[in-house]
């Protein structure tokens, strides 16, 4: 025992130097007292997890603890929160597709894999009850996915929905919203109707409303859009919807994390999102909100394990007595329980830190880049100025350039961005959060004017 425990030892001052050496930032006598000792417990982590042993935290579990100086200034904040990522060698200004991982998260991951390893297997249903506070939503309506795509598969599949009925969609959607709903239609016969997110939010209303004819069943759009970061006026059109008699469902991948949508507040339908984008939890996580009343809407046309009230198949009798009467019904069989703890920690470190300051800041620096970008005379603006429908995507086009000229000049290199073919418009779309800092905006502007003198 005391052997194993030197070897510990070792293997958390082996760690803590190393991540010092690495990172080129020596821990001077000044640093915080908090911020060491929460150095130490990753340390003490990850040490235990290197030798192939169990971390010796309470309950098994890494608390996500963030705790920055009190007395610092806001820069002073967000400084300690970048501090809290390994950073990449590129400014990585691509949140919208993968969100980077907190050491913290990484380490609750890292530590429950290993307990897999060993045959340690079992969950509680934690992880769905901070989905469930993250949304204000009840438990009983949060199923848990591996990702958007499932969620929106889920209802897009099973709504019951016949030959002929409309589903009102946007030439913005990402594949993830457009393939269900296209594959509904080639099965089933369904129409598809298309409009264009609008400037403003009331125009985006309108240009709703203009669409639904007598046989419109459901709204089916993006909250944010992936292309352009277009914030729709999701609560008015779930208002619109329910004032019309249809169903309201929103792709939220973009949502939790940045706006943090409150479900209570939003009054939709159906709502789904994932954990590895904004939230910086790990990929293979999602969750889908179903409002009470809409179970018997939304029919699963999957189904394993805890979906059920009891079943039996044996040569006398083969029966299923039914499904259980929450959105468990939609999720089913074994999912990986260190994914689900590692979005539960994500989830917990984001509410340390402050929902709403977290969308202060990267509206902020949306905004920010936004203005930057405006004074450029070489860009067209794709995101809308309204605040109301601008989020921390910005998208944009570069007069006279394409993808290709933007990978020869080195930004690609440079900087992780995302390149938008979507609905032909060979733009660029840029992603900030809380890593990231307004010294990596003004040298990506920096590097597109360098790139137009050329």
């Known amino acids: 025992m005391f052997y194993l425990e030197i070897r510990q030892l070792f293997a958390i001052c082996e760690f803590i130097l190393r991540r010092l050496y690495e990172n080129s930032k ?6 915080n007292r908090r911020k060491f000792l929460q150095q130490l417990a990753a340390g003490a982590a990850w040490g235990a997890i290197a030798l192939g042993g169990k971390a010796w935290t309470n309950n098994d579990h890494i608390e996500p603890v963030f705790a920055p100086d009190p007395n610092g200034t806001d820069d002073d904040f967000w400084k300690q929160v970048r501090e809290q990522f390994d950073l990449p060698t590129q400014i990585y200004l691509n949140t919208g597709t993968l969100g980077l991982m907190a050491r913290p998260i990484l380490a609750e991951i890292q530590m429950r894999m290993q307990n897999l390893s060993q045959g340690k297997y079992a969950i509680d249903n934690s992880p769905r009850q901070a989905a469930a506070r993250l949304l204000n939503a009840p438990e009983a309506s949060i199923a848990m996915t591996h990702n958007t795509t499932e969620g929106i598969n889920i209802v897009a599949q099973g709504l019951k929905l016949k030959r002929g009925d409309e589903v009102i969609l946007t030439d913005q959607e990402h594949v993830g ?12 016969g369904i129409r598809l109707r298309v409009m264009s997110p609008a400037a403003t939010a009331a125009e985006t209303l309108d240009r709703v409303n203009a669409l639904i004819t007598r046989r419109t069943r459901v709204i089916a759009m993006p909250h944010i859009t992936c292309t352009a970061g277009h914030v729709l006026p999701a609560k008015a059109l779930a208002q619109l919807a329910r004032d019309k008699g249809l169903i309201s469902f929103f792709d939220g991948a973009h949502g939790p994390g940045m706006l943090f949508p ?3 507040d939003l009054d939709c339908d159906l709502y789904a999102s994932c954990g590895h984008k904004w939230l910086g939890g790990p990929a293979g996580t999602g969750m889908l909100y179903v409002r009470s009343g809409m179970l018997s809407e939304v029919q699963p046309l999957m189904v394993g394990s805890y979906s059920d009230l009891g079943w039996e198949i044996s040569l006398q009798k083969q029966s299923l007595t039914g499904l259980v009467e929450t959105a468990h019904r939609y999720d089913y069989g074994t999912q990986n329980v260190a994914l689900q703890m590692g979005l539960k920690a994500a989830i917990e470190w984001m509410d340390q830190i402050g929902y709403q300051k977290i969308n202060d800041r990267v509206t902020a620096l949306g905004a920010y880049l936004q203005s930057l970008l405006l004074n450029r005379s070489y860009i067209e603006m794709l995101t809308p100025i309204e605040p109301a429908s601008r989020s921390a995507i910005i998208g944009f086009k570069i007069k006279g350039k394409t993808q290709k000229d933007l990978e ?3 930004i690609s290199k440079a900087f992780r961005v995302r390149f938008v073919p979507e609905s032909g ?5 840029v992603s900030p959060h809380i890593y990231t800092s307004h010294s ?6 920096e590097g597109l004017d360098r790139m137009m003198q050329i």
């Open 26 to 31: 020596p821990l001077t006598l000044n640093a």
């Open 177 to 188: 919203n457009a393939l269900p709903w296209l594959n509904r239609m080639r099965l089933t």
């Open 262 to 264: 409150d479900m209570a």
């Open 408 to 410: 020869a000049s080195g």
């Open 425 to 429: 418009l060979d733009a660029v779309r």
């Open 440 to 445: 990596d905006l003004d040298q990506f502007v």
